[in-house]
């Protein structure tokens, strides 16, 4: 089971969206069964998660005392992917949940302020030494500060090619358990989400690449 977490030290950088959105789009592109942890204590997954009709993703329960132990029943379950949603600010929860992961994705909006915070998390990520990758998300269309916030991303590590944008369907889907998936899997949130998912997967295939050599 591979462990992917999201992290980021600025609130509101959409890390709980993507969590579920990415657990759905692997699992609808047949990649096997996920799981959802929630680690931030307001807990706005497992309300997401609570209010879904569908059976998966599935989702677990776990302290961080616990998440190691935890990770290995569910992989032991069966399962091929577990997603892990983490607090903003909290460094030494980050850093636990960090410290599991075979990947981390850095959720990071084009604003000045998301960018000075970004080292931090980047630092708590490297001194993990876990592969990581950043995407911009909440993105405002053509705007000329989104290319910058990626040139300067791409400074510290590699960055998503595909954009979040701020669609007002990401936000309506986590109302009801949804996602912009399964809301409208033809419109252009749909076809964002799968992309960032395509370049996880092969991030994470060219780290065990390199591992292996």
Request: with cysteine; glycine share 6%.
């Amino acid at each position: 089971m591979k462990v992917i977490v999201l992290a980021s030290q600025k609130g509101g950088a959409g890390k709980t969206t993507l969590t579920a959105h990415l657990a759905v789009a692997a699992e609808r592109a047949g990649d096997g069964s996920c799981v959802l942890i929630d680690t931030d204590p307001q807990a706005s997954l497992a309300a997401w998660w609570n209010e879904r009709k569908a059976d998966t993703p599935s989702f677990a329960t776990s302290t961080l005392k616990e998440l190691s132990s935890k990770l290995g029943g569910l992989s032991k379950a069966g399962y091929s992917f577990a997603f892990i949603d983490t607090p903003p600010a909290i460094t030494e929860s980050i850093r636990t949940v960090v410290e599991q992961a075979d990947f981390v994705l850095i959720p990071t909006r084009p604003s000045p302020h998301d960018l000075r915070a970004v080292g931090r998390t980047v630092e708590i990520v490297s001194d993990a030494e876990r592969a990581f990758s950043f995407a911009v998300t909440q993105a405002k269309p053509n705007s000329r500060l989104t290319v910058q916030t990626m040139a300067a991303l791409s400074v510290h590590g590699a960055v998503a090619p595909s954009i979040i944008h701020d669609r007002v369907d990401f936000a309506a889907s986590m109302i009801d358990g949804r996602t912009v998936i399964e809301i409208d899997p033809r419109g252009r949130s749909s076809a964002e989400v799968i992309e960032l998912w395509g370049f996880v997967k092969e991030r994470m295939k060219e780290k065990t690449k390199t591992r292996k050599k």
